[in-house]
């Protein structure tokens, strides 16, 4: 079975004295359970901070966005090698914020995913459509280009290691949550695309979350759906009590 993992994406929110309180207090009260992994994608000025808060910990620290180089004249931006050696496990890549704001492309977001994985950090692939989108029926054919262009050139060892965000861009923020059957649907067709690209067990082994206004309220179901392994999390992360009833809904 293929365990749940929860992150919480703060986006562009808190300072670092909040930031490490709720560290401090959420490190200690992680399930104990191989069921699901917890992470926090938090802003890079707190990652070293955070990272040294959770050694030894079940609490994971992401990074929510990276440059694809190792370094250079790339002012403003921060490195693969920079987030291994403070001891990041994992990195958002192409979260629609990202895709929206910052010119984020599905080609970089394949570079950036080659460059994780050369330096050891998982990807969390974030893909999804806009409301537009889904209403002209463009939903199912989007998701697969955004995942095939994601995954490419990638060994298969390297594609079941990814993890794949399906974060339908009108329900992120909005309240508006896609129904867990909608979600479902969406999740199924990825693991589809990924056995296509690859084999019946790698699909069975990627973890495929979903993301867009996850709240402890309607966690539950999303998580019972078939091909729905864990959640990314935006609004719902940012309270303590929020976030750990999240990463105990992953580990019933
Ligand atoms: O990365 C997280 C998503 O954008 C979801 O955000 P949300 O839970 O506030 O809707």
Not at 142 to 152: C, G, M, P, Y
Request: glycine share 8%.
């Amino acid at each position: 079975m293929r365990k749940k993992v929860i992150a919480g994406n703060w986006k562009m929110n808190k300072v670092l004295s909040e930031a490490n309180r709720f560290v401090d207090e959420v490190k200690e009260k992680v399930p104990n359970s191989e069921q699901v992994e917890a992470i926090v994608c938090a802003p890079f000025p707190f990652l070293a901070s955070l990272v040294e808060k959770t050694k030894g910990s079940k609490l994971k620290i992401a990074a929510q966005n990276m440059h694809f180089e190792n370094d250079g004249a790339f002012t403003g931006e921060v490195s693969p090698v920079m987030l291994k050696d403070l001891g990041v496990t994992h990195v958002v890549l192409g979260h629609s914020e990202r895709r929206e704001y910052f010119a984020e492309t599905d080609e970089t977001v394949n570079q950036k995913t080659h460059a994780a994985f050369q330096h050891g950090l998982t990807p969390i692939v974030c893909v999804g459509e806009t409301l537009e989108q889904r209403e002209a029926n463009e939903t199912m054919g989007l998701i697969e280009t955004q995942v095939q262009k994601a995954l490419q050139g990638l060994s298969e060892e390297q594609v079941a290691n990814t993890i794949i965000a399906y974060e339908p861009i009108w329900a992120i923020g909005t309240g508006k949550t896609a129904t867990s059957e909608q979600a479902n649907e969406v999740c199924t067709h990825i693991r589809n695309v990924v056995r296509e690209l690859t084999s019946e067990a790698t699909a069975e082994q990627v973890i495929i979350q979903y993301g867009g206004s996850v709240k402890p309220a309607n966690v539950d179901e999303l998580l019972a759906q078939s091909d729905i392994d864990g959640a990314l999390v935006g609004g719902a992360s940012l309270e303590v009590d929020s976030f750990l009833q999240l990463v105990e809904a992953g580990a019933k």
